[in-house]
């Protein structure tokens, strides 16, 4: 790799609008042909190769991209990041850019960021978002190079040509005392204080992909301190962290890796007391193979805070003596995979204010409130975590929430295995969700989703209740040996359930009162102790084409201040009676 090295920086909805067809065949987008371009002058007027790195043509298949991306930015001399609306909204984009500006920071460096103005973006000279946004302002306070006219011609065309000469001749300029900067750096290597302990000097070497800063005691760690560990690295290295307890709050405020050394996350232990144990506080990072424990103290702390972009939280054991052991914030989007997050003051997970996120095959349990919370229009995803044993809910989605829990096993929760109230939308798919202390899916006020294919049994209250006006679609459902009814629609609930097997319950199967209204289609209702349906109190409903038999005490029955519609269905093999409506008193029989 020569000494002068561009990273492209762009959003790649931006790159992908722009490729184009030439007979049948896909061809590069424009960005790539200007990166291919520019690359070209450069070499030309130097007589040496100029490498511009781009992530779709320079990281291969099954490679680990963020390490690539982020030893990439580490060697390059030059960011040239591509603006565009999209830009500001990728956390990957934000990412690069907070990085390289670190790392100019560093070598004491002001003009190695060349900005390409590609598409219109009106916030960029808006002095009220700059005022929030520190990245915005500082692309606006440096000489950008505007292509927005440009964009739409051919790269081979002349006026195209001129442009990009003049901006090689640009860097041209800037290559000399550029690359002696990071020569020099390189050099000199990295000398560091350990806040926690006594001084030592460290030549860690950042721009090795392999390079490591290790805290702990002993001959190999550069700090004894965490905390001063990731306060003092630059973005974008990573972190081993050796066995031991270390009592410090960290504070990730830029891109870092964190690993706990070894398989046993016990062995690496952060007790916090009178704070967060962590603030994740940047665009992406990594924390991994370390149990996080906050421990109360004065005021009320979690154990890990995630107010923004992507943290990946990995093989951890985290909870909190204070609060709930995570929370995530401010419309991030973490990844949580196979950590234990138990035994906290409140709840397990908590994630609100339009946040996203992925979880999965993490263990949820024993925390005095619910195991997760999903509020205030958050949309996160659950894959195959074990939620159980809170003494509240196992998942409890309100305020115009949604999500997505797929292949969940849902628990033992002293409240509804999973709430879904307040107009929030859920989809719940393939989930086994058994032996609550109160019911299995619980959907009121105004809410809505799709319930599909889920092993709903065991629980102690009905396995599936849906109330006020709420709307779910129920399509492939095992509700069966539930302590009470199976299905429970009251207080004008709705609801359209297809297809579902509604068997063994120790009540009815179907319950309908209180105006509740729903759809039943295509269900089995069977092998119930009361009733297959059981309509009263004004209970209403489209009943058709379902197969009612074997119940117990009877197969329908509708009070007389109910009306049902009832059409096509199969009702055999019921105890004391197939159907049974009724007479309204005063009415004569018939």
């Known amino acids: 790799m020569s000494d002068g090295v561009g990273f492209l920086s762009y959003a790649r909805a931006d790159d992908s609008r722009d490729e184009g067809e030439t007979e049948g065949q896909i061809e590069s987008s424009w960005l790539s042909r200007f990166r291919e371009a520019l690359s070209a002058e450069v070499e030309r007027l130097t007589g040496f190769p100029f490498v511009i790195f781009q992530d779709r043509v320079d990281i291969r298949w099954g490679s680990d991209w963020r390490a690539q991306i982020r030893t990439s930015l580490e060697r390059s001399t030059f960011l040239i990041p591509i603006i565009t609306p999209g830009y500001f909204e990728s956390p990957l984009c934000r990412g690069e850019l907070e990085q390289f500006l670190i790392r100019e920071r560093a070598l004491g460096r002001t003009d190695l960021i060349l900005p390409i103005y590609y598409e219109t973006y009106d916030p960029l000279y808006d002095p009220l978002r700059q005022a929030t946004d520190p990245l915005l302002r500082t692309i606006a306070s440096r000489q950008v190079d505007d292509w927005r006219e440009l964009r739409h011609e051919s790269i081979s065309t002349p006026a195209i040509q001129r442009r990009i000469a003049k901006l090689a001749q640009e860097i041209v300029t800037l290559l000399p005392s550029a690359t ?57 290295l990573r972190i081993l962290v050796l066995p031991g307890v270390y009592r410090e709050g960290v504070v990730i405020d830029k891109p870092l890796e964190i690993i706990g050394e070894g398989n046993d996350p016990s062995a690496v232990s952060l007790r916090v007391s009178g704070s967060d144990a962590v603030v994740f506080a940047t665009t992406m990072g990594r924390v991994a193979n370390i149990s996080i424990h906050q421990l109360a103290g004065q005021g009320d ?185 199976g299905v429970w629609v009251d207080e004008d609930g709705l609801g359209r359930l297809e297809g579902n097997r509604v068997t063994e319950n120790r009540y009815s199967g179907v319950y309908i009162l209180e105006g509740g209204n729903p759809r039943l289609v295509g269900n089995v209702i069977s092998a119930n102790r009361e009733y297959g349906l059981h309509i009263l109190d004004r209970g209403r409903g489209h009943v058709h084409d379902n197969t009612i038999t074997a119940n117990r005490d009877g197969g329908i029955f509708v009070s007389a201040d109910s009306s049902p519609e009832l059409s096509a269905n199969h009702v055999t093999d019921n105890g004391s009676f197939q159907i049974e409506i009724e007479e309204a008193e005063g009415e004569p029989p018939g």
């Open 180 to 236: 002696a900067t990071v020569a020099s750096s390189r050099a000199l290597g990295h000398v560091r204080r350990d806040r926690g302990g006594s001084s030592r000097s460290s030549r860690v070497d950042i721009r090795s992909e392999s390079s490591v800063v290790i805290v702990g005691e002993g001959a190999r760690a550069h700090f004894r301190s965490l905390a001063a560990a990731v306060r003092e690295v630059p973005a974008g």
């Open 301 to 485: 702390y979690v154990a890990v805070d995630i107010a923004q972009g992507r943290l990946d939280l990995e093989d951890c054991d985290i909870r909190s003596e204070s609060l709930s052991a995570v929370l995530v914030r401010g419309g991030s989007d973490p990844r949580l995979r196979r950590n234990t997050i138990h035994g906290s003051k409140v709840h397990g997970i908590v994630i609100m204010e339009d946040s996203f996120g992925t979880f999965e095959d993490n263990h949820v349990h024993d925390n005095t409130m619910a195991g997760v919370v999903i509020r205030e229009g958050s949309d996160p995803v659950l894959r195959r975590n074990r939620i159980a044993h809170n003494k509240h809910h196992g998942v409890y989605v309100l305020e115009a929430s949604a999500g997505t829990l797929e292949d969940n096993d849902i628990h033992d929760n002293g409240f509804p295995g999973v709430a879904i109230i307040q107009g929030s939308e859920t989809i719940l798919r393939r989930n086994h969700i058994h032996d609550g202390r109160q019911h299995g899916v619980y959907v009121s006020e105004q809410a809505s989703g799709t319930i599909a294919d889920n092993d709903i049994h065991h629980n102690k209250y009905p396995g599936l209740v849906i109330l006020q006006q709420s709307d779910p679609t129920v399509t492939g459902n095992r509700i069966h040996h539930n302590r009470d009814h």
